[in-house]
Nanobody, 114 residues
Framework: QVQLVESGGGLVQPGGSLRLSCAAP????????MGWYRQAPGKERELVAT???????NYADSVTGRFTISRDSAKNTVYLQMNSLKPEDTAVYYC????????WGQGTQVTVSS
């Protein structure tokens, strides 16, 4: 079992910024990709951003230009820098790591509200 530890969620005003972190155990190798999904109340879980072991990134259209995903391979940690946040970004954000199978974090709440 691979435990992913997430941090960085919280309450922020529209236009503000937050940075999410997700750490996988350092003794885990062969992580093909890591990233973030989110799920808002009453909606399906949607992909937000991914980054591969080769540093290829992919973003949902709704966050392109506002969110940036990055990773520290030495720490097996992925980051999601979220800028210009909007109320519609409010959701529980789930980190994932894709190895032979996919593992999920516990989720962190992001609330964008004035």
């Amino acid at each position: 079992q691979v435990q992913l530890v997430e941090s960085g969620g919280g309450l922020v005003q529209p236009g503000g910024s937050l940075r999410l972190s997700c750490a996988a155990p350092r003794n885990i190798f062969s992580i093909y990709a890591m990233g973030w999904y989110r799920q808002a109340p009453g909606k399906e879980r949607e992909l937000v951003a991914t980054i591969t072991s080769g540093d290829t990134t992919n973003y949902a259209d709704s966050v392109t230009g506002r969110f940036t995903i990055s990773r520290d391979s030495a720490k097996n940690t992925v980051y999601l820098q979220m800028n210009s946040l909007k109320p519609e970004d409010t959701a529980v954000y789930y980190c994932y790591a894709k190895l032979i199978r996919t593992y999920w974090g516990q989720g962190t709440q992001v609330t964008v509200s004035s």
